[in-house]
């Protein structure tokens, strides 16, 4: 049973930082493609940063280039996000995401919410709150 569950959110004044953890199970991370998204309220779930299987591109979308970076740790079956500058904007809900690597071609593509959607996994999410 494939199962993604994310930690480490919380409330962070605006500046700051939090790194996201993202626990994989049920299946071999590195053979699969992992991206970050977000959901605020009132809005659609947009893609942040996404990494394909063999790691060899990565993207991150223009509102968190910079600040945000994603990584993960095949061995622990850990995925992470690192959030630097944090500001009010970025209050949402986190996802970690999943899909096996042979549908993804770049990391541009996975970071789209459709393509998870179709024989994709996500986790629950972590509420982020960053005040101002």
């Known amino acids: 049973q494939v199962q993604l569950v994310e930690s480490g959110g919380g409330l962070v004044q605006a500046g700051g930082s939090l790194r996201l953890s993202c626990a994989a199970s049920?299946?071999?991370?590195?053979?699969?493609?992992i991206g970050w998204f977000r959901q605020a309220p009132g809005k659609e779930r947009e893609g942040l940063s996404c990494l394909t299987s063999s790691d060899s591109t990565t993207y991150y979308a223009d509102s968190v280039k910079g600040r945000f970076t994603i990584s993960r740790d095949n061995a622990k079956k850990m995925v992470y996000l690192q959030m630097n500058s944090l500001k009010p904007e970025d209050t949402a809900v986190y996802y970690c995401?999943?899909?096996?690597?042979?549908?993804?071609?770049?990391?541009?593509?996975?970071?789209?919410?459709?393509?998870?959607?179709?024989?994709?996994?996500w986790g629950q999410g972590t509420q982020v709150t960053v005040s101002s």
């Open positions: 049920g299946f071999t991370l590195e053979d699969y493609a």
């Open positions: 995401a999943a899909k096996a690597g042979i549908f993804i071609d770049t990391a541009q593509a996975m970071c789209v919410t459709d393509v998870i959607e179709t024989m994709g996994y």
